[in-house]
C-alpha cells in the first residue's frame, strides 16, 4: 500500500508556510537524500537521451538511410512530445500523486528505448522517440515535486543544485557516452542503455519513494485546456520545424502560426472560467516566475540549437569519430558537473538574480567564441569556449528551476515542475529549427556562389537541392569516382559553407543569451519554497 503524508499548503497569495506533516519518514521510505537519488536515476535517462542521439544521428542517417530532415525529427518529435504534454502530466502528479506518475513515467520510458534499438526504419525511431517523450513528460515534473515536498526550505536549493547537476551533466554527457556506445557498439545501444537503467529507477522508486499530496490538491481535470494547450503547442512548434521546407513566406507556416496564437488565445481565456484550470493563470502574476519559464526557453534555445551542429561540426568538418568528438566536449561536461553545486550554493547565499545575469552572460560570450570557430580551430581554442559555455549553463539550470517552482505554491508544484521543463524543452526544440533554418537559409543562399567560384562543374536544380541537404550537416557531396583534385574542392565549399551557416547560428544564438541576461535580472528567491518544506526528516 502506498504510503502518503498530506501537506497543507498555502495559497498563491499567501506567504505563511504550509503546516508539514508531524510524523517524519523512518528508515529509506521517504528519506530526502535517497529520495534525490532515486529521482536523479530517472531524470538522468530522460536528460541524457536529449543529446545522446545527436552523436548517434550519423550513423542513424548512414544505417537507416535518413534524410537531414528526418534526423532532425529523431531531436525534434522526442522534444515535441515533451514540450507538449510536460504540463498535463504535472497535473497528472498533482492529482494523483508524484510517486505514481514517476513510476509510470520511468516504466515506459525504458520500454520505448528498447523499442527504438529493435527498429529497423527511420518511421519507427521516430515513433518510439515520440513514445519516450511521452513517458519522459510523466517523470520530470514529478521528480522535482517528489523534492518540493520532501526536502525543508534550508536544504531545497541544495537539494535543486544536485538535481540541476544530474541533468547539466547528463545533457552535456550525452555526447561522450553516445561517442563510445557508437564507437564501439553500435547506435542502437544508446538506447538500449535506458533499459537496465530504468530498471534499476523502479526499484529504487519502489522501495524508497513516498507519495506527498497538498490538501488542497487538485480533484478534477481540464480537458478542454488541455486539448486548447496541446494544441496551441504542437501548432506553433509544428510550423517553426516546417517552415523550412515549406518556406517562412508560405501560407501553411502562417497557417500554423495563426492557428497557434488563436490557441493560446482561447486557452487563456478558458482558463480564467473553468473551476479547476490546467494552469491559473494567477500564477504568472509573479514576475520571477514569469521570469524564470522565459529564461528557461531563452536557455534552451541557445544550448540546444548550438550543440546540434557542432556535433557535426566535429565529426564532419573535423573528421572525429564519434568518441573524439564526445571527449572534445568533456570541458562543457564538466564545468556543468563542477559549477550547478557550487550555483546552488551562491544562489542560496546571493539569491538568483546575479548568479542567472552572469551565466547568460557567459553563455552569450561562449556562443561569440564558437561563431568563431572553423575548420583549422585547434582543440584548445574549442575547450575554451566549451567550457565557458558549461560554467555560465550551470547556475541557469539551477538557479531558473528554483525561482519557477518556489515561486508557485505546493499544490501546484507539479504544474510548475511541469512549466519548468516544458519550457527548457520548448527552448530546445525551437532552438533546433530556428537555428536549423538560419543554417538552411545561409548554406542555400551561399553554395551556389561559392561553388562557382571555386570553378566547379555548374550544378543543376536537383543535384544543388541534394547538395544542399549534405552541406547542411557538413557532409561534402562528393561522388564516387571524383578526381582528387575535383573532391578537395567540392571539400573545402562544402566546409566553408556548413562552417559560415554554423557561425550565423551562433551568432543568433548569443543573440538570444544577451536577451536572456536581461531576463534574469527580473528574478528572485522564491516565495514559497517553505510551503512543502519538512515533510520528512533530514
Known amino acids: ?111 520505448a528505448s528498447g523499442a527504438i534499438g529493435l527498429s529497423h526504419s527511420i518511421a519507427f525511431v521516430v515513433t518510439f522517440r515520440v513514445l519516450q517523450g511521452l513517458f519522459g513528460a510523466l517523470l520530470m515534473p ?29 545533457t552535456a554527457g550525452g555526447p561522450i557516452l553516445g561517442g563510445v556506445l557508437v564507437e564501439h557498439v553500435n547506435w542502437q545501444s544508446v538506447f538500449f542503455i535506458n533499459v537496465p537503467v530504468g530498471a534499476v529507477a523502479l526499484i529504487l522508486g519502489l522501495l524508497i519513494l513516498r507519495d506527498h499530496r497538498a490538501e488542497n490538491a487538485p480533484r478534477s481535470f481540464d480537458i478542454l485546456g488541455i486539448a486548447l494547450l496541446s494544441g496551441a503547442m504542437f501548432c506553433l512548434v509544428w510550423a517553426l520545424i516546417k517552415a523550412p521546407t515549406w518556406g517562412w513566406g508560405d501560407g501553411m507556416t502562417w497557417t500554423f502560426l495563426a492557428v497557434s496564437v488563436v490557441g493560446f488565445a ?105 561563431s568563431t570557430l572553423d575548420a583549422r580551430t585547434g582543440s584548445a581554442v ?39 521543463q516544458a519550457a527548457m524543452q520548448i ?24 561553388w562557382t567560384d571555386a570553378g566547379l562543374p555548374k550544378l543543376t536544380g536537383p543535384q544543388l537541392d541534394a547538395a544542399s541537404e549534405a552541406v547542411q550537416v557538413g557532409v561534402a557531396p562528393v561522388a564516387k569516382g571524383t578526381p582528387e583534385a575535383i573532391a578537395a574542392k567540392i571539400t573545402q565549399v562544402a566546409h566553408d559553407t556548413f562552417i559560415s551557416g554554423m557561425s550565423l547560428a551562433c551568432l543568433v544564438a548569443a543573440g538570444v543569451a544577451v536577451v536572456a541576461v536581461f531576463v534574469a535580472l527580473l528574478t528572485k528567491r522564491g516565495e514559497n519554497a517553505e510551503a512543502g518544506a519538512g515533510a520528512a526528516h533530514i
Open 427 to 450: 527552448g530546445g526544440s525551437l532552438g533546433t529549427a530556428v537555428l536549423g533554418a538560419v543554417m538552411a537559409s545561409r548554406v542555400d543562399s551561399d553554395l551556389a556562389g561559392n
Open 266 to 370: 482561447l486557452f487563456a481565456f478558458w482558463e480564467q472560467r473553468v473551476a479547476e484550470p490546467l494552469i491559473p493563470l494567477g500564477l504568472f502574476r509573479s514576475v520571477p516566475l514569469s521570469a524564470g519559464v522565459v529564461l528557461m526557453v531563452l536557455m534552451a534555445i541557445a544550448f540546444m540549437g548550438g550543440l546540434f551542429f557542432v556535433t557535426f561540426y566535429l565529426q564532419n568538418v573535423h573528421g572525429m569519430s564519434p568518441i573524439d568528438a564526445g571527449l572534445h566536449l568533456l570541458p562543457l561536461t564538466g564545468m556543468m558537473i563542477v559549477g550547478s553545486p557550487l550555483a546552488g550554493a551562491a544562489i542560496t547565499k546571493l539569491g538568483p538574480r546575479i548568479p542567472l545575469a552572469g551565466g547568460m552572460a557567459a553563455t552569450a560570450i561562449a556562443m561569440y567564441g564558437m
Open 1 to 111: 500500500m502506498t504510503s502518503q503524508t498530506t501537506i497543507s499548503a498555502t495559497g498563491p497569495g499567501d506567504k505563511a508556510p504550509a503546516t508539514p506533516s508531524p510524523t517524519p519518514s523512518k528508515g529509506l521510505r521517504g528519506h530526502p537524500w535517497f529520495t534525490l537519488i532515486t529521482v536523479a536515476v530517472g531524470v538522468m535517462m530522460v536528460a541524457l537521451d536529449g543529446t545522446i542521439v545527436a552523436i548517434a544521428n550519423p550513423a542513424i542517417q548512414k544505417d537507416l538511410g535518413a534524410s537531414f530532415a528526418d534526423v532532425q525529427w529523431i531531436t525534434n518529435g522526442y522534444f515535441l512530445a515533451l514540450a507538449v504534454s510536460l504540463i498535463t502530466a504535472g497535473k497528472l502528479g498533482d492529482r494523483f500523486g508524484h510517486r505514481q506518475t514517476f513510476l509510470i513515467g520511468v516504466s515506459g520510458f525504458a520500454l
Open 142 to 170: 514529478a521528480a522535482l515535486g517528489l523534492l518540493r515536498a520532501t526536502f525543508p526550505a534550508e536544504k531545497l536549493n541544495m537539494a535543486i543544485g544536485l538535481w540541476g547537476m544530474v541533468i547539466g551533466a547528463s
Open 382 to 420: 574549442m575547450s575554451i569556449w566549451f567550457a565557458l559555455l558549461g560554467l555560465g549553463l550551470a547556475p541557469v539550470m539551477v538557479g531558473a528551476t528554483e525561482v519557477i517552482v518556489g515561486n508557485a505554491p505546493m499544490e501546484l508544484s507539479g504544474v510548475a515542475g511541469g512549466l519548468q
